[in-house]
DNA sequence: CTTGTTATGTTAACAACGCTAAGATAACAC
DNA sequence: GTGTTATCTTAGCGTTGTTAACATAACAAG
């Protein structure tokens, strides 16, 4: 009894099981926080049995990791956005520095699993970094095009690496009780945030104004 | 049959459980990662039953601060180092910067320990904060020291705040693969620090040079 | 010294977890 | 139809966090 074989593309028991997973591991993390993101709780979630994700994931890293991709998608689209729609590249390093940590502050505990399994691999993922419309290379291309020297490579990197660290520092922390008084003062979150980032070398020191 | 009451101070039938509890997690912690750190290894590591740490931590969690707390002073007596050693308040502020990144790769696990459990609360322990000597103050009066504006109390705290998350996210950062070429290229992971502090704002941009 | 109280330790058990092995079922290839 | 293969289920192993019930040893008071 095969049903609309066109349509949805439901080419097997279930259907696509493993997207069904990510998919309630996605739910669960967000509704539940990282700790409840157990490999049965997936499959309670999306009704299979508890051993059914091993015929989809080597095991339940695998499947986080599978996870975190979505996350870093998601991430690399925030950050596109956030460029487009600048007016001026050094405004444009400052939306993404944002952007970044709303980001972050929008999805914690995606974002925790993000870093988890990066930080287990001791690398971040590969689509962060490579290609030509990598988010690592939206940052260093909006460095150049901010004022940066080209020519300098080493530099550019540098920098690049050194905005990255900034914004995951910020987005790690922003969420502390300490810094409410912080945000209030600056007048929101947003502001607090960009107010970080002016101390912080977003643009570099020598292109600052 | 009570032995030595004086010398070792054994008051107990272990003596003082709780202090080789944190011990015996700590060890755990730098030998096998933190993920092998259960409650029942450690107990097994301090040669007790699984439930009696029960009699010292309301929870694991509660041993996990008491480790994280472990790490947060040899943080701090760290930083002091640090700032002690810096000839001119503009290089302690580097030397901070340098000293944190580089104990927090020299102890992933408990600092990954440290921040885990300071998420989960979102706050940072008060210690780091509250109190003359804190490590918070340390960097803040570094900064006055350095020349920031003393009357300006918002703008030295976020000028703090700011440095604070840069190290932070540096010392996150600094495991990943891929920056090995980057330490390269710098001659040197410590040297790597300094040209990633030099490209944020760890002296605020209105000091530097 | 005995007695009671309290702090500290034990064993035994529960539910939940990650994971594996064995078998059932259903799509697909021929 | 038949066999192959991918998918899913049930059952079970060892481990974990946690609790309850009990045992023991230090201490205080008579």
Redesign the interface.
Known sequence: MRESQAAEARPYHHGDLRRALIDAASRLLEAEGPSALSLRAVAREAGVSPAAPYHHFKDKGELLEAVAHEGWTLLDQALARAKAEAPSPREAMNNLGVAYVCFARENPALY?VM?DT??DK???PDEM?QGEDSAYCKVRDTLVEAGADPDDA?DI???T??????????A??A?????DH?KD??GGERAFFK???????LV??HL?D
């Open positions: 925790r870093y990066a930080r001791e690398a971040l970094q080493l990197e540098l920098a690496v050194a905005a990255w660290c900034s914004a995951h520092g910020l790690e922390m969420g502390f009780k300490q810094f912080l003062a600056c107010a970080i980032f002016q101390h912080m070398g570099p020191k600052a």
